[in-house]
């Protein structure tokens, strides 16, 4: 009687040696996704301790801002960028929604000033003309030491007549009529401008007007209480021996 012969079996280091390289495929196919969600982690990560603080920005009008485009400027420093324009619930105002910078957020008190940089007549002078290529972007002032966090701002229609980290004193002057001066008329002390007009208010009975004049250093150390201001602006024309002299000043000098 023959005897079947049984079919040659696999030798036993063989299947050991496939199955462990199953596992080690196994192994390899399952690091990639791992590897990726943890890089992928990681740059989420990296890029929300990278962002700082989202703020609003309340202004009339739009003009000029684009979201995804404008951006909040410090001294030609980027701060942030504008992320989202709409109009306020009452349809009167505009609301921007800036994301500022990491670097941004001890400057976001409520003595922070915001305002639009465009082309512009301000001040007797004409600025922002760079943003007619550049394109109009929100120019940031920090505040000086102090003030409580804030995320809400409402933005100037018009830059600030005066940087606030100018050294120097204001001065309150009484006068019967504001005259030719207006918001930014420069003061001369020697022909040098050595300040400007940041304001007026109107006395009680509106009888005179008090005017705030700023000086900066280190020439207010020579205002003194006989000190004495006029309205510089206009024309004189004198007639002597030396012939016709006529005296130009500004239009709106103090």
Do not use: C
């Not at 709409?86 to 910078?101: C, F, G, I, K, P």
């Not at 100018?166 to 003061?187: D, N, Q, Y």
């Amino acid at each position: 009687m023959n005897e079947q012969s049984d079919p040659i079996a696999k030798p036993p280091t063989a299947a050991i040696r496939s199955s462990v390289d199953r596992r080690r495929r196994l192994s390899f196919i399952w690091a990639i996704p791992i590897v990726t969600v943890l890089v992928g982690l990681w740059l989420a990560w990296n890029t929300l301790s990278q962002r700082g603080p989202e703020i609003t920005i309340t202004f009339e009008t739009a003009e000029g801002l684009t979201a995804g485009q404008s951006h909040v400027r410090h001294k030609d420093v980027d701060m942030g960028m504008v992320t989202n324009i709409a109009l306020s619930e009452d349809l009167q105002h505009v609301l921007v929604t800036v994301r500022m910078n990491r670097e941004s957020r001890p400057f976001l008190t409520d003595r922070a000033k915001f305002w639009v940089v465009k082309p512009r007549f301000f001040a007797g002078s004409v600025t922002g003309l760079q943003t007619l290529v550049s394109g109009a972007y929100v120019e940031l002032l920090p505040s000086p030491a102090g003030g409580t966090p804030e995320r809400d701002f409402v933005g100037l229609e018009n830059p600030p007549v005066l940087q606030s980290d100018v050294p120097g004193h204001t001065f309150l002057l009484k006068a019967p009529r504001i005259g030719s001066l207006s918001l930014g008329s420069p003061v001369f002390f020697r022909d040098l401008a050595v300040g400007q007009v940041l304001g007026w208010d109107l006395d009680d009975m509106a009888k005179s007007v008090t005017i705030h004049a700023f000086v900066r250093s280190p020439f207010d150390q020579y205002v003194r209480e006989s000190t004495r201001f006029w309205n510089a602006s206009g024309a004189s024309v004198n007639f002597g021996a030396n012939g016709l002299q006529v005296e130009l000043e500004s239009l709106r000098a103090l």
